[in-house]
């Protein structure tokens, strides 16, 4: 594995949740990319267009999408920004506290109606309950919360898409896509927007939108009225991808998404799911046996492979000092495990921080 990654030979890197890493063999190809674009100049570009179709349906296969409904995207802000102008401003949406900003600025600055919850123990039955009381048109949320690591039950998304079937529910992908399997049209989601440098491990200026039918309909009902423009190198384009994918899509960004989704791909994400919770439950229950992780997490029947412990400044120091590289978030240290951590990386970190409590 260090092989592929030296990073790992230098550092125990815990920091997934921050930035994946970029393996020897991407950048090998994304070095031949720029050598053949040097190279060709306008003839590499239309050669190499076919990848972004590729990768689309690619993408789609591997977790579940419709083809027509996938859109590429720079990385979740621009997605979910461009979902949000398209949605009329009569919305009413509910949103989780402590929240990624790229999910609830947008939302509470373009001047939709909100309401914010609390993510605890009861969190399902305060989103139930908020949504008897606040009547939302769309719950967004993202999958996996950055800070904290809480992951959203996946029964639960289906069953909110079943007793409330106009509410539409939008997640944000970002720490959530890559760790598990998944499949899209059966997840109960409207939208599923995200970046791929975390979790797909396929460095910056790339993401991915997935809508559904009803998702497709609800958004900018305005320009399905304008006619479409008839240039022959916009052939194909509909109106939500004039909008989702305005402009050139770089073959270089997105195929490096396409190049790692294909490694990851015959690793397994099943392998990848197994690997990473394994690890990231037995962190969790050393953890909380020190205090670091409260106990109703534990209980969850879905966990992340994202946690965050409440250490102080010395402790954060030392754990910088031994090379185990974190990222300080909200009132925490947050820490996660991808399928390159070994239960070695987790001894060392209980190690250090056994060492110095």
Known sequence: MNLSFPILKEYTYLNTANSGILSTNLAEWRTQHDEAFTAGGSIFRM?????????RNNITTLFGSKPENTYLVQNF?????????????????????????????P?????????????????????????????PTVLAFSMV?????????????????TTYPNLLLVGDGTQFLGTTTFNFEKSGLDALIGSGYKWLLAGYGNGYAFLSDQMKDAIYAKNKLAELPTAPFLKGKDHLSMCFEPGHLDTLNFGTLNESLNYLASFGFDRI??????LSNQARLELNTRGLVPDWILDRKYQSTIMSMPLDQNTVDKLAAAKILCSPRGTGTRISF?????EEDLNYLLQVLDNHR
């Open 77 to 105: 802000s621009v997605g979910f920004n461009i979902l949000l102008s398209g949605l009329d401003k009569s919305h009413r949406f509910l949103l989780l506290e402590e929240e990624y900003p790229s999910v609830s600025y």
């Open 47 to 55: 050669e190499n267009l076919p990848i972004i179709t590729d990768l």
């Open 145 to 161: 919360q950055y800070i904290s690591g809480f992951r959203m039950d996946d029964d639960f998304i289906q069953k909110l898409k």
């Open 338 to 342: 991808h399928y390159y951590n070994t």
């Open 273 to 278: 799911e197994k690997i990473t919770q394994r």
């Open 107 to 135: 939302v509470i600055s373009t001047g939709f109606d909100y309401h914010s919850i609390t993510i605890d123990e009861k969190l399902e039955e305060n989103i139930i309950n908020a949504i008897e009381k606040f009547k």
